[in-house]
């Protein structure tokens, strides 16, 4: 039996797609509203194929639990958020789950961490929390990094055909994992040692945050003497090997905006293009207010009240508001002047910030400028609505001649 601890946005999916691919899975979370939902027969969260798969995992047999299942296998998807100020990992939720876990668990039993974590945290925390528990790594306890790549959005489509990487201390024990994730993914899956699996996994999330960082970069710098960024970086990507990702409102999620700066905390005076990306991107949402008030002014626009903004969450067609751009965007707002700019997104139903509305049309009959922050499907076949309007279109979905863009 598989005991997966932690059933958020990674771990139910995975537990989920391991139970209905015949393996016997108990998901245990500490959240108890959260395990009686799941017990109740509802998913916590929307995403795409998700329902679908639950059900197929009841069928297959998944319980949900608060406990922590006596067993010989650990999947752990917990949270591993920063410190905002040092940049390192917080390493607790994944402490305190190994020290859970270490005591119910069979002799030699395999610790599967999957939570992203910075180069180096198995070696710094998790090793010594085994060996301070009295267990001998190796023997009693085997530990594993498999970090996930999937993305929110497309998550069980991306279950199903990415590759993985699982790093272990020994092949042996890194097989009989691949064996497990085998059972339900097509990808091809490299077994590895423990650090370079977690070095790939903030690698490859750096490397997109720093390609977001050179498009923003490029937008402010075409922004500034009147050139068409999408245009340019449009004929550049067609070099062949030039693939430059899109400019935004900023960066927001729980990976790409999160885990280069683990890089960045743990080598600080290594990471110089690392570290001015991220502040690049996590300015992004200042730079998008100053275009909306020289937007306003341009367009006579007096009072914020009249300005609203199309999307909460951190990217289109998600529930997911973790570091969203227009969260930050508010905060930042507040800050600097007493305004009372409006907010909608079709994906948030419960009240998060002031001056939010529930419905797109009467959202958009106290407006008279609108500002595109998240480009759900819903706003992309709604186009016609907001004819008449002043748009700030933060992601060049609109091809119209007078759209304003960032
Ligand atoms: N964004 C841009 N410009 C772009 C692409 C994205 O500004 O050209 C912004 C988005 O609007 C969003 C943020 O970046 O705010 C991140 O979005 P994303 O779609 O790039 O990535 P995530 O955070 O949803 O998921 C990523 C995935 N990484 C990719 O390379 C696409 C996923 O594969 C990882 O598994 C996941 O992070 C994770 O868990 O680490």
């Not at 999916?13 to 799941?38: F, Q, R």
């Not at 067609?238 to 430059?244: A, L, T």
């Not at 922050?373 to 992601?395: A, P, R, S, T, Y």
């Amino acid at each position: 039996m598989v005991n997966v601890i932690g059933l958020g946005y990674i771990g139910l999916p995975t537990a989920l797609m391991l139970a209905s691919h015949g393996v016997d899975v108990v998901g245990t979370d500490y959240n108890i509203e959260l395990v009686k939902t799941l017990n109740e027969g509802h998913t916590t969260f929307k995403e795409k194929g998700l329902d679908d798969l639950f059900q197929d995992a009841l069928q297959s047999g998944i319980t949900f639990s608060t406990d922590y299942q006596a067993t010989d296998m650990y999947i752990i998807s917990v949270p591993t958020p920063y410190d905002k100020f040092s940049k390192k990992i917080d390493a607790s939720y994944v402490i305190k789950a190994v020290e859970s876990v270490l005591k119910v668990a069979t002799k030699g039993a395999i610790i599967v961490i999957e939570s992203t974590v910075s180069p180096g945290t198995m070696e710094k925390f998790i090793r010594p929390t085994v060996l301070n528990a009295g267990y001998e790594l190796g023997s009693d306890i085997h530990l594993v990094h498999a970090p996930e790549r999937i993305i929110p959005g497309n998550m069980v489509y991306e279950l199903l055909h990415n590759n993985r990487t699982i790093g272990a201390d020994d092949e042996f024990i890194g097989n009989k994992v691949k064996n497990i994730y085998s059972s339900f993914c097509q990808g091809e899956i490299t077994v590895t040692d423990i650090k370079t699996a977690e070095m790939t996994k903030v690698v490859e999330n750096t490397f997109r945050a720093v390609n977001i960082a050179f498009a923003n970069e490029l937008a402010r710098i075409c922004r500034h003497d009147n050139m068409d960024v999408y245009e340019i970086i449009k004929i550049c990507n067609m070099h062949p090997r030039v693939n430059i990702l899109q400019p935004g409102p900023g960066v927001g999620g729980h990976c790409i905006s999160v885990d280069p700066w683990f890089l960045v905390g743990d080598y600080p005076s290594l990471t110089n293009v690392i570290n001015q990306s991220m502040k690049t991107n996590d300015t992004q949402p200042d730079y998008v207010l100053n275009r909306i008030y020289e937007i306003m002014n341009e367009n006579d626009i007096k009072d914020t009240k009249r300005v609203g903004l199309y999307g909460l969450t951190y990217k289109e067609n998600v529930d997911d508001m973790r570091e969203s751009p227009t969260l930050q965007l508010l905060e930042s707002q507040h800050k600097h002047l007493a305004s009372e700019l409006k907010v909608y997104d079709p994906f948030i139903s419960s009240d998060v910030v002031e001056y939010q509305y529930h419905d797109l049309d009467e959202f958009l009959k106290d407006i008279d400028m609108i500002v595109i922050m998240v480009k759900h499907d819903e706003i992309k076949q709604n186009l016609d609505k907001i004819k008449g309007k002043v748009v700030l279109d933060c992601h060049n979905i609109i091809n119209l001649p007078d759209v304003y863009h960032i």
